[in-house]
């Protein structure tokens, strides 16, 4: 195991870590422009995804928005990053899918990463949509994988368009493109 890093040599250690992944942007962001809405967490509780109550990364189960507002405003640093996928047109569902589950990918390797060469034990990782680790969930018995959750940033309450824009991402990006993005907090 590596000696951990410091500060701003950790975050750019870590940036250029995820540099290499199959990530479209990876950058140091300011935790402080982390906001939490209660609008967009009760996106989640309308059930728009069909997940809500059916996964053990999606609420209610990850605990309130005042919950994951008090476990992510523990951590003073912040790696905002993003992938691009290209899609057949904008009704390729399929395309879209496959480019949510390669972010669970990215995100199970940044894991790895994270704690075999960097030795970071404490740190949360936010994701996009619910889980796939497996085809269906356990849920309400016991998750088989619980080292693969990876909570959902919008069941935080966090605006990711607003996210994006605050930190000079790009939401949209272009004609038949599916856009994910992941938020590593320590």
Known sequence: MRPRRSG??????????MSRLPVNRADAIDVGVLSYEREIRAMCEMNSCGRYGRSWNCP?????IEELKAKCGVYRNGILFNT???????????????AGAALHGILAETDGILTREFGLDD????????????????YPSPCRHPDKIHIPIEACGINVVRLAKKT???YNNGLNTVTYFGLLLF
């Open 8 to 17: 701003k040599s950790l975050r750019e250690s870590i940036v250029a870590m």
């Open 60 to 64: 209610p189960q990850v605990g309130s």
């Open 84 to 98: 691009v996928s290209a899609l057949e047109d904008s009704f390729d569902f399929e395309g879209m899918m496959a």
């Open 123 to 138: 740190y949360l990782l936010l994701g996009a949509g619910s889980c796939n680790a497996c085809k269906t969930c356990a």
């Open 168 to 170: 000079g991402f790009l």
